[in-house]
T-cell receptor
Framework: GESVGLHLPTLSVQEGDNSIINCAYSNSASDYFIWYKQESGKGPQFIIDIRSNMDKRQGQRVTVLLNKTVKHLSLQIAATQPGDSAVYFCAENRAAGNKLTFGGGTRVLVKP | DAMVIQNPRYQVTQFGKPVTLSCSQTLNHNVMYWYQQKSSQAPKLLFHYYDKDFNNEADTPDNFQSRRPNTSFCFLDIRSPGLGDAAMYLC???????????????FGPGTRLTVT
C-alpha cells in the first residue's frame, strides 16, 4: 500500500554538528510534504513544509530537500542543539481531503 | 494566542467504560482531525470533519465515534475502551482546502488515555 517511511529510527548527533533525517515516500501523486517535531508528551510541532513543485526550502536552521525522481525527502538541521532532541516525522499530504500520512519517525539524540 | 486545546491531558478509564475526549480551537479552521498515536509509533488518522461533514477512515473501529457541535469544538467518544485503545489521542486543525492546495495541520498537546 501507499506509505511514507524513514530509513533511520535513531540518530545520535554531537551538539553543534549538522543532522540529516531521511524519509522515503511511495505515493508519486503526493504534492505536499511536512516535517514535524514531537517532544516527549507533546503534540507534533510544525517545522517546515514543501510542495511538490519545489526541490528545496529553507527555514531557520532547517532545510528540506525533495527528490521526486526517487521519492525521497530529507530534513537538515544546522548546528544541532540540545533542544532539537525529539522524534521527527515526515508526512505526506494528498490534496484530496488534506489528510496526512505519517512516516515511522526518527529519534534524534543530541550529545553535549 | 490562537491554538488547539485538548482536555483532559491525561485520562484514566476502566475497561468497557465509555470515555469522551475533547478538543477546542481558536483558529477558526474548517477542518478538525482526530489521530491515535501509540507508544513509539506515528500518529494514525481516525477521522476528520470538514465543517460538519464527517469523514471516517476505512480502518477506524466502530468503537470510535466523533461529534462536532460547532466550529470550535470536536469530541472523540470511545464507547467501550479496550486495553488496546490506550494511546495518545491528538486533535489537529487545518484551513479550508476545498479545491485548493493543502495546508499545514496544527496539533494540540494530546490526551494520554490509560485503560485499566
Amino acid at each position: 500500500g501507499e506509505s511514507v517511511g524513514l530509513h533511520l529510527p535513531t540518530l545520535s548527533v554531537q551538539e553543534g554538528d549538522n543532522s540529516i533525517i531521511n524519509c522515503a515516500y511511495s505515493n508519486s501523486a503526493s504534492d505536499y510534504f511536512i516535517w514535524y517535531k514531537q517532544e516527549s508528551g507533546k503534540g507534533p510541532q510544525f517545522i517546515i513544509d514543501i510542495r511538490s513543485n519545489m526541490d528545496k526550502r529553507q527555514g531557520q536552521r532547517v532545510t528540506v530537500l525533495l527528490n521526486k525522481t526517487v521519492k525521497h525527502l530529507s530534513l537538515q538541521i544546522a548546528a544541532t542543539q540540545p533542544g532539537d532532541s525529539a522524534v521527527y516525522f515526515c508526512a505526506e499530504n494528498r490534496a484530496a481531503g488534506n489528510k496526512l500520512t505519517f512516516g515511522g519517525g526518527t529519534r534524534v539524540l543530541v550529545k553535549p | 494566542d490562537a491554538m488547539v486545546i485538548q482536555n483532559p491531558r491525561y485520562q484514566v478509564t476502566q475497561f468497557g467504560k465509555p470515555v469522551t475526549l475533547s478538543c477546542s480551537q481558536t483558529l477558526n479552521h474548517n477542518v478538525m482531525y482526530w489521530y491515535q498515536q501509540k507508544s513509539s509509533q506515528a500518529p494514525k488518522l481516525l477521522f476528520h470533519y470538514y465543517d460538519k461533514d464527517f469523514n471516517n477512515e476505512a480502518d477506524t473501529p466502530d468503537n470510535f465515534q466523533s461529534r462536532r457541535p460547532n466550529t470550535s469544538f470536536c469530541f472523540l467518544d470511545i464507547r467501550s475502551p479496550g486495553l488496546g485503545d490506550a494511546a495518545m489521542y491528538l486533535c489537529a486543525t487545518s484551513r479550508d482546502v476545498s479545491g485548493g492546495a493543502p495546508y499545514e495541520q496544527y496539533f494540540g498537546p494530546g490526551t494520554r488515555l490509560t485503560v485499566t
